[in-house]
C-alpha cells in the first residue's frame, strides 16, 4: 500500500460488521438499569437506531455508523459512508436533523485525501436535509469513516423491524450484490457495468424511498446492511413470524450472480450463513444465489413490511422514483420455517 493513496482495507464497508453471533452474546452480557419509559426503541430488539420520546408529538432517533473504504475513490467512499449511517434514520420513518463525523486516518497521508472524504459526506448530508454540525477525529493507522445522526419522528408513526403482520408484502427497495462485487473489484475481476451499478446503489439515499413509505401502510421496516439480507429479514421475523421469499423477483445487480459463480465471496457472507441459515429452507435455489441473499450490503436498500392493499400502490411509487424496487416475498403466521426461500411465487 503506497503512502498517501485509499485501498481497500480488510473486510471494508459493512462487511467490517462484527458477526451476528458474536454481537449477540456480548450484548446480552451487558447490564440493563432501570426501564426508562421514554426509551421507545433499544438495542434489545436489533433496529437500526434508537428512539427516545421527548413530548407527545416528537421523539429523537439516534444512530451512527462507520468503516474502512470499500472503493478506492475518497469522495465515493465519504458520499457511500454518509448515505450508509443517514439510512437508520428512514428505516426508522425518521427525518434526518444533525449529523456529527467520525473519522480514523493516518497523520502521514495527504490530507487533501481526507478533505475529498469529508466532501463526499458533506454532500448527502446536505442532499438528507440535515446540518453537518460538527465531529471527532483521532490519527490511526488505517482509514475509517462514517456519522453519528440525529433525527426525529412522531412516537406514534415508528416504524420498528419486528413489527410486521401475517399477509403483509415484503418489498425491497434496492438490488443485491454490493458486497460481492466489492470484492471481486479488489481483484480486478467485477465487470465495469456491475460495479458502476453497486457504486450508484450505494451512493443513492434511502430518502425517496422512506418518502414513498409514508403515504402507505407500513407495519415494519429495516435497511439491509452487513447482516445481509436473510439476517435482517430474520430479525424482522422477531422469533414469531415466518415468511416466504421469492428469488425469482429478488432484485440483483448486474454481474452479482456471474462473480458469486466464480466463488468472489467474502467472509462476512459466510458468518451471516452460519449465524441465519439455521433459520432458512431453500427450495431450489442456485448456491450463487444462496450466496447473493447473505451478502452484506454496504449502504443497501429499505426492506418493508406493507399491509397486502398497499403494496401495488407502494411499488408504483417506488418505480416511479426509478428504484429497482420489488415485491420479494410475503409474511405468514409462525411455523416450523421461518424464512422459506422459493424460485418462484407459488
Request: glycine share 10%.
Given at each position: 500500500m503506497s503512502e498517501g493513496k485509499i485501498t481497500f482495507c480488510k473486510g471494508g464497508g459493512c462487511t467490517a460488521k462484527l458477526g451476528a453471533q458474536a454481537l449477540n452474546?456480548?450484548?446480552?452480557?451487558?447490564?440493563?438499569?432501570?426501564?426508562?419509559?421514554?426509551?421507545?426503541v433499544g438495542y434489545s430488539s436489533r433496529d437500526d437506531a434508537a428512539?427516545?420520546?421527548?413530548?407527545?408529538?416528537?421523539?429523537?432517533?439516534?444512530?451512527?455508523?462507520?468503516?474502512?473504504?470499500?472503493?478506492?475513490?475518497?469522495?465515493l467512499f465519504g458520499q457511500i459512508a454518509a448515505a450508509n449511517a443517514l439510512s437508520d434514520i428512514y428505516a426508522m420513518g425518521g427525518t434526518v436533523k444533525t449529523a456529527l463525523n467520525i473519522v480514523c486516518f493516518p497523520e502521514k497521508?495527504?490530507?487533501?485525501?481526507?478533505?475529498?472524504?469529508?466532501?463526499?459526506?458533506?454532500?448527502?448530508?446536505?442532499?438528507?436535509?440535515g446540518s453537518l454540525a460538527g465531529g471527532h477525529s483521532i490519527a490511526d493507522s488505517d482509514v475509517k469513516?462514517?456519522?453519528?445522526?440525529?433525527?426525529?419522528?412522531?412516537?406514534?408513526?415508528?416504524?420498528?423491524?419486528?413489527?410486521?403482520?401475517?399477509?403483509?408484502?415484503?418489498?425491497?427497495?434496492?438490488?443485491?450484490?454490493?458486497?460481492?462485487?466489492?470484492?471481486?473489484?479488489?481483484?480486478?475481476?467485477?465487470?465495469?457495468?456491475?460495479?458502476?451499478?453497486?457504486?450508484?446503489s450505494m451512493t443513492t439515499l434511502n430518502k425517496a424511498a422512506a418518502q414513498c413509505c409514508h403515504h402507505?401502510?407500513?407495519?415494519?421496516?429495516?435497511?439491509?446492511?452487513?447482516?445481509?439480507?436473510?439476517?435482517?429479514?430474520?430479525?424482522?421475523m422477531g422469533g414469531r413470524l415466518s415468511c416466504r421469499i421469492f428469488a425469482d423477483q429478488v432484485p440483483v445487480l448486474p454481474g452479482a450472480i456471474a462473480c458469486a459463480d466464480e466463488f468472489l465471496l467474502t467472509a462476512?457472507?459466510?458468518?451471516?450463513?452460519?449465524?441465519?441459515?439455521?433459520?432458512?429452507?431453500?427450495?431450489?435455489?442456485?448456491?450463487?444465489?444462496?450466496?447473493?441473499?447473505?451478502?452484506?450490503?454496504?449502504?443497501?436498500?429499505?426492506?418493508?413490511?406493507?399491509?397486502?392493499?398497499?403494496?401495488?400502490g407502494l411499488l408504483e411509487e417506488l418505480r416511479a422514483c426509478k428504484l429497482p424496487a420489488a415485491i420479494v416475498g410475503e409474511i405468514c403466521d409462525r411455523n416450523e420455517v421461518e424464512i422459506r426461500v422459493l424460485g418462484h411465487a407459488e
Open positions: 452474546r456480548v450484548l446480552s452480557l451487558l447490564p440493563r438499569g432501570e426501564k426508562d419509559p421514554d426509551l421507545l428512539v427516545y420520546r421527548l413530548t407527545d408529538e416528537v421523539a429523537f432517533v439516534q444512530t451512527l455508523d462507520f468503516f474502512p473504504p470499500m472503493v478506492e475513490d475518497p469522495y497521508w495527504d490530507l487533501n485525501i481526507l478533505g475529498e472524504i469529508l466532501r463526499g459526506g458533506s454532500e448527502k448530508v446536505i442532499e438528507a436535509g469513516y462514517g456519522l453519528s445522526v440525529t433525527g426525529v419522528v412522531h412516537p406514534d408513526h415508528i416504524w420498528t423491524n419486528d413489527t410486521g403482520r401475517p399477509g403483509d408484502k415484503l418489498i425491497l427497495t434496492k438490488a443485491l450484490g454490493v458486497g460481492i462485487l466489492c470484492t471481486a473489484e479488489r481483484v480486478g475481476e467485477a465487470p465495469p457495468e456491475g460495479m458502476e451499478a453497486a457504486i450508484r402507505f401502510e407500513i407495519h415494519a421496516c429495516t435497511d439491509v446492511t452487513g447482516f445481509s439480507f436473510l439476517g435482517h429479514l430474520h430479525e424482522m462476512a457472507a459466510q458468518r451471516n450463513r452460519n449465524h441465519a441459515g439455521r433459520y432458512v429452507c431453500f427450495e431450489n435455489i442456485p448456491f450463487a444465489m444462496e450466496e447473493v441473499l447473505f451478502d452484506p450490503q454496504t449502504s443497501g436498500g429499505l426492506l418493508v413490511a406493507v399491509s397486502p392493499e398497499h403494496a401495488d
